[in-house]
C-alpha cells in the first residue's frame, strides 16, 4: 500500500490597521528599528492593554470570507512562555473564544474542486523581530504587538499541489477583502505546515515546518518531507513530533528541535481585558464592506467570453479587476480585456502608474471599444494614440484629429487604393486566384499600408474579395 500524505496549515497574517492590537503605537512595516514603539509594546510594568476594535472588524470580516460560525461573544487569554521577542512574558491570543469556527475555503487542483477546513481563525498580537549574527542577537520591537490573525486548517490537503492552491487562495481572498497587504516576503503573511504520512487511515506522527518563506515553497517543503519520513519508515525507524525547518538551498527540511512533550503554555483569561461582544449592527456594517471576490468575478469573467488566461491575469491585477467592474454590460468584454492586459497594462508597468490616476475614464474606453466593433478605428490607431488617451482629458475624435489620422469608411476612395494595389501585385492577384489564401493578407497588407493604417479592415477585405472575384 502506498503512504498517505496529510497536510495541515497554519496561516499567521498581519492585519491592515494604523495602529497595534493593544496600544497606540504605529502600524507600519519599513520604519527605523523601535521607533514605533509604546511601553505597553515592550512590557513595561503597570501598562494595560487597550483593544483596537478596528482589528476586531477585519478579524470578522475574514472570518466571514472564509464561511465560518462567528463567536460573537469572545475573550482573550494569555499564552505564557518565554522568549527574548516576548517582552511580557506571555503572549495575548484568543485560545477558548475564536471569532471564527468551522469556516472552509474552495480549491481546484487539476479541475478537482476540493473544500479545505478551517478549524478556527483567532486574533493575536505579534512578537518583536530577532535579527541574529554569529556574535550577538538584536530585537526590533516595532512588529511587537502588531495585530494576527492566525488561521489553522483542518488535516484535509493530501498532497504538495493541494497545499499551494490553499495557500495562493486564501492570499487571494485576504487581499481582495482588504485585509492583510499578505507580503511573505516582508513577513506579513506567514505559514506554517504539519505534514505526516502513513499506510493506514490512522494518521501518523506529524513534523511541523515553520515559518515557510514563500507559496512555491510550501511545496518544496512539503515534498521534501514527506521523503524524508518515508525513507525514515521504509528503514524501519520512527517519526518523532519535531519542529523543522524548510533549507531551501540544500532543498530538505532541517531539524530545530525534538517536542519531547505537549507544550504547556498555561492559558489563563486575560484579567485586564473583558469579553468583547460583537453586535448585529457590526455584524451587518462588516458584510456590506466585503467586495465582490475572486470567484464571483471569475464566474462573472467566463460569462462574459473572456480566456482563462486572461481571468487569471485580470484576478492578479486588482486594479483593473475593480476598473472592469465599472463598465457598461453591453460592452464587448473580450476586447475590453485584451486591451487593459495589452497595451494600457504596459503603459501602467512603465510609468508605475495605477489605472485610476490615468485618464482614461471608462467613458472613454467604453468609446474606443465601440469604434473597434464597428471597423471606426483600427488596433494598430489605437496603438498610436493610446498614450494621449492615458495622458489627456481628450475625447478619441479630438485625439485622433489632433494626429492627423482619417479612419478611411468612404467605398469610392477605398476602391481606388484596391485597384491600385491589385494593378501593382499581379502576381499575387494570380496566386489568389489559384487558391492560394496567403496572397488575399498581402495584398491586405498593401492596401492598409497605403492608407497608413486607417483603413476599415472590414470594409477593405469585402472590396478586396469582391475585386478579386470579378
Given at each position: 500500500?502506498?503512504?498517505?500524505?496529510?497536510?495541515?496549515?497554519?496561516?499567521?497574517c498581519?492585519?491592515?490597521?494604523?495602529?497595534?492590537?493593544?496600544?497606540?503605537?504605529?502600524?507600519g512595516?519599513?520604519?527605523?528599528?523601535?521607533?514605533n514603539?509604546?511601553?505597553?509594546?515592550?512590557?513595561?510594568p503597570?501598562s494595560l492593554?487597550v483593544?483596537?476594535?478596528g482589528?476586531?472588524l477585519l478579524?470578522l470580516?475574514?472570518?466571514?470570507?472564509?464561511?465560518?460560525?462567528i463567536?460573537?461573544?469572545?475573550?482573550?487569554?494569555?499564552k505564557?512562555?518565554?522568549?527574548p521577542?516576548?517582552?511580557?512574558?506571555y503572549?495575548?491570543?484568543?485560545?477558548r473564544?475564536?471569532?471564527?469556527?468551522?469556516?472552509?475555503?474552495?480549491?481546484e487542483?487539476?479541475?478537482v474542486?476540493?473544500?479545505?477546513?478551517i478549524h478556527?481563525?483567532?486574533i493575536?498580537?505579534?512578537?518583536?523581530?530577532?535579527?541574529?549574527?554569529?556574535?550577538?542577537s538584536?530585537?526590533?520591537?516595532?512588529?511587537?504587538?502588531?495585530?494576527?490573525?492566525?488561521i489553522?486548517?483542518?488535516?484535509d490537503?493530501?498532497?504538495?499541489?493541494?497545499?499551494?492552491a490553499?495557500?495562493?487562495?486564501?492570499?487571494?481572498?485576504?487581499?481582495?477583502a482588504?485585509i492583510?497587504?499578505?507580503?511573505?516576503?516582508?513577513?506579513?503573511?506567514?505559514?506554517d505546515?504539519?505534514v505526516?504520512?502513513?499506510?493506514?487511515?490512522?494518521?501518523g506522527?506529524?513534523a511541523?515546518i515553520?515559518?515557510?518563506?514563500?507559496?512555491?515553497?510550501?511545496?518544496l517543503?512539503?515534498?521534501k518531507?514527506?521523503?524524508?519520513?518515508?525513507?525514515?519508515?521504509?528503514?524501519?525507524?520512527?517519526?518523532?513530533?519535531?519542529t523543522?525547518?524548510?533549507?531551501?538551498?540544500?532543498?530538505?527540511?532541517v531539524?530545530?528541535?525534538v517536542?519531547?512533550?505537549?507544550?504547556?503554555?498555561?492559558?489563563?483569561?486575560?484579567?485586564?481585558?473583558?469579553?468583547?461582544?460583537?453586535?448585529?449592527?457590526?455584524?451587518?456594517?462588516?458584510?456590506?464592506?466585503?467586495?465582490?471576490?475572486?470567484?464571483?468575478?471569475?464566474?462573472?469573467?467566463?460569462?462574459?467570453?473572456?480566456?482563462e488566461?486572461?481571468?487569471?491575469?485580470?484576478?492578479?491585477?486588482?486594479?483593473?479587476?475593480?476598473y472592469?467592474?465599472?463598465?457598461?454590460?453591453?460592452?464587448?468584454y473580450?476586447v475590453t480585456?485584451?486591451?487593459?492586459?495589452?497595451d494600457?497594462l504596459?503603459?501602467?508597468?512603465?510609468?508605475?502608474?495605477?489605472?485610476?490616476?490615468?485618464?482614461?475614464?471608462?467613458?472613454?474606453l467604453?468609446?474606443?471599444?465601440?469604434?473597434?466593433?464597428?471597423?471606426?478605428?483600427?488596433?494598430?490607431?489605437?496603438?498610436e494614440?493610446l498614450?494621449?488617451?492615458l495622458?489627456?482629458?481628450d475625447a478619441?475624435?479630438?485625439?485622433?484629429k489632433?494626429?492627423?489620422i482619417?479612419q478611411?469608411?468612404?467605398t469610392?476612395?477605398l476602391?481606388?487604393?484596391?485597384?491600385?494595389?491589385?494593378?501593382?501585385n499581379?502576381?499575387?492577384?494570380?496566386?489568389?486566384?489559384n487558391?492560394?489564401?496567403?496572397?488575399?493578407?498581402?495584398?491586405?497588407?498593401?492596401?492598409?499600408?497605403e492608407?497608413k493604417?486607417?483603413?476599415?479592415?472590414?470594409?477593405?477585405?469585402?472590396?478586396?474579395?469582391?475585386?478579386l472575384?470579378k
Open positions: 500500500m502506498d503512504y498517505k500524505t496529510t497536510v495541515g496549515i497554519e496561516i499567521h498581519e492585519l491592515k490597521t494604523n495602529s497595534k492590537m493593544f496600544s497606540h503605537g504605529a502600524n512595516y519599513g520604519a527605523t528599528a523601535n521607533s514603539i509604546t511601553e505597553i509594546d515592550l512590557g513595561y503597570g492593554p483593544l483596537n476594535k482589528a476586531i478579524a470580516r475574514a472570518a466571514l470570507v472564509l464561511n465560518c460560525t463567536n460573537k461573544r469572545m475573550h482573550f487569554d494569555r505564557n512562555y518565554f522568549y521577542d516576548l517582552p511580557k512574558g503572549q495575548i491570543t484568543q485560545a473564544t475564536p471569532i471564527g469556527v468551522h469556516g472552509y475555503v474552495e480549491i487542483v487539476n479541475g474542486p476540493k473544500k479545505i477546513g478556527d481563525i483567532h493575536e498580537e505579534d512578537t518583536a523581530k530577532s535579527a541574529h549574527s554569529a556574535t550577538s538584536l530585537l526590533d520591537f516595532n512588529r511587537a504587538g502588531v495585530p494576527l490573525i492566525e489553522v486548517t483542518e488535516p490537503m493530501n498532497s504538495p499541489e493541494e497545499a499551494m490553499y495557500v495562493e487562495k486564501l492570499r487571494e481572498l485576504l487581499l481582495y482588504d492583510s497587504d499578505c507580503k511573505i516576503e516582508e513577513g506579513s503573511m506567514r505559514c505546515v504539519n505526516s504520512v502513513s499506510k493506514t487511515e490512522t494518521l506522527t506529524r511541523e515553520k515559518n515557510i518563506g514563500s507559496i512555491s515553497n510550501v511545496g517543503a512539503i515534498q518531507e514527506v521523503e524524508h519520513q518515508i525513507e525514515v519508515y521504509e528503514q524501519g525507524g520512527t517519526i518523532q513530533e519535531e523543522r525547518r524548510f533549507d531551501e538551498k540544500a532543498g530538505k527540511t531539524l530545530m528541535r517536542k519531547e512533550t505537549g507544550n504547556d503554555y498555561r492559558y489563563f483569561p486575560e484579567p485586564d481585558i473583558p469579553f468583547f461582544e460583537l453586535t448585529d449592527e457590526d455584524m451587518e456594517m462588516v458584510q456590506k464592506t466585503i467586495p465582490v471576490l475572486p470567484n464571483e468575478r471569475r464566474k462573472f469573467y467566463k460569462e462574459k467570453g473572456i480566456s488566461i486572461n481571468q487569471n491575469k485580470l484576478i492578479q491585477n486588482r486594479d483593473l479587476s475593480d472592469l467592474l465599472t463598465a457598461p454590460e453591453e460592452l464587448n473580450v480585456s485584451n486591451i487593459l492586459l495589452g494600457v504596459a503603459y501602467l508597468n512603465k510609468t508605475r502608474k495605477k489605472i485610476e490616476e490615468t485618464h482614461l475614464s471608462m467613458e472613454k467604453t468609446k474606443v471599444v465601440q469604434m473597434l466593433d464597428e471597423g471606426k478605428l483600427t488596433n494598430k490607431i489605437l496603438k494614440i498614450e494621449d488617451l495622458e489627456t482629458d478619441i475624435d479630438e485625439v485622433i489632433k494626429h492627423g482619417t478611411m469608411n468612404d469610392d476612395s476602391m481606388t487604393v484596391v485597384k491600385q494595389v491589385i494593378n501593382a499581379p502576381e499575387s492577384v494570380s496566386d489568389y486566384r487558391g492560394k489564401d496567403r496572397a488575399l493578407k498581402y495584398l491586405m497588407g498593401q492596401i492598409m499600408k492608407t493604417g486607417g483603413a476599415n479592415p472590414a470594409l477593405v477585405n469585402q472590396l478586396l474579395v469582391e475585386e472575384t
